[in-house]
């Protein structure tokens, strides 16, 4: 059998390192101690804290739920929830997407972007992919009075960055692309919103998404604590950490913009594609794990300049057993970039839910941010080094806005690629 080889024991990593076991002779690498990369959660006395989020699962392709749920038990394994999402504005709670909730925005507030919404449907609205970027797509869509409302604020502080700069088709697939005439009539006739991937989820019933890692890791051979800084090709193979690991195909997980400085091989062609990625933007995020007085939300959006926070995720509401260790439920408010500590506790005393903190985390890299001619520089990547047999896959691998399930469905296209 021929030998694949994974670096990364992520939600992307475990995916294609079960769906090439039996063809390959699979060995999975993890720098890290455990398993789960972004998705990777630990218990904080008792309470079930997500590093990163808080993560739930769906997906809308069948494919991918068909795959999924060969791995697990729906019924005994699973819970299943509707998503109740709120948006903090002016200390009001307003439904989530917004768009569909204007009803329940004080009527000064409305008003003018009722005019604008109209004003818009008379004038024809641009083609999605005509918008150059990222913020004219906002304000052509919603106009600018949403825009400044909420889309403005709550994405440049998610992203953290000038979204006038980032490419439309980065977001491609991933954002409600919505009908302003449906906007109007799910106002008046208080339509929720069904659409979007996570406006039903699947969560575990005990710890959460580290739940589904592990299972996924079980039958799998796992090097923790394996840091993979070299990759030679040497004899038709590739030859890992000075020839420690030999293996015919290799699956980089990693952070893409890294492999400059993983991969030693003497080819000016690939060097220049790898360091045209090196360069590449992303964010981190700073998360809290809190415990907050009870409520019946899955996530609370906070796009107000006010609160430095910019989501709470309260996933003590998602499994009861996340809250084990605490009399109250256990919620993950989450800040982008660094925050220094004595600022979030500062900021939690302004958030609603007399928060409490259990434990802090930093993740440097949790959002990539796309630019222009990033896809092509990926793409030209990817080419080259597959004739290294070096595949690229998930979030930071191929650097796509990816949720678990589409590293599930990048994964299964390149187990097809590599049958
Ligand atoms: C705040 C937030 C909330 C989210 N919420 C959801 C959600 O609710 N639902 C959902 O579906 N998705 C969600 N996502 C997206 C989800 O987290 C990602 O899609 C997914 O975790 C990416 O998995 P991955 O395996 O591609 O990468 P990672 O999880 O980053 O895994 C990469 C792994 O490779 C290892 N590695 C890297 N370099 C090396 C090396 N040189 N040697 C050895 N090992 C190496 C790393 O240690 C890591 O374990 C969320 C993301 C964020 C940031």
Redesign the pocket.
Known sequence: MKKATI???????LSIANMLSGRFAVKV????DKT????KCERINGNLFHR??????NSKNQLVLDWFWKHFNRDNEFLQAKRNAKILLAGKLIGYPLENYLYQLPEEQLRPIIDELLTLIATGKKEAGSYGNFKDFLVGNFGVNLYNLYFGPYNSKIWNTDISKVPLEWLDGKLPMPQIREVIVSNIIKREESSMV?AAFYYPKRDGSQFIIDKLAEQQDISLS????DIKFQNGQLALNNGDIVTDVLVY???VR?LAS?INIDDDTLNEALKNVSDLLSNG?SNVLCETDDNDLSWLYLPEDKFKAHRIIYTGNFSGTNNEGSKRKTCVV?FSGKQEKPTMIEELALLPGNLSPLAFNYEPD??IIQQNGTRDKIARLKELLVTYNIYL?????EWEY??????IEAAMELNEKLS
């Open positions: 670096i990364g024991s992520g939600i992307s990593g690498l993890e720098r890290s789960g990369g972004l998705i990163v989020g808080g993560h739930v699962f996570h394996y840091h993979v800084s997980c990693g952070d890294q993983i995020t989450e949790s959002y896959l998930g979030r930071f691998g990816y949720n678990m399930d589409k590293c």
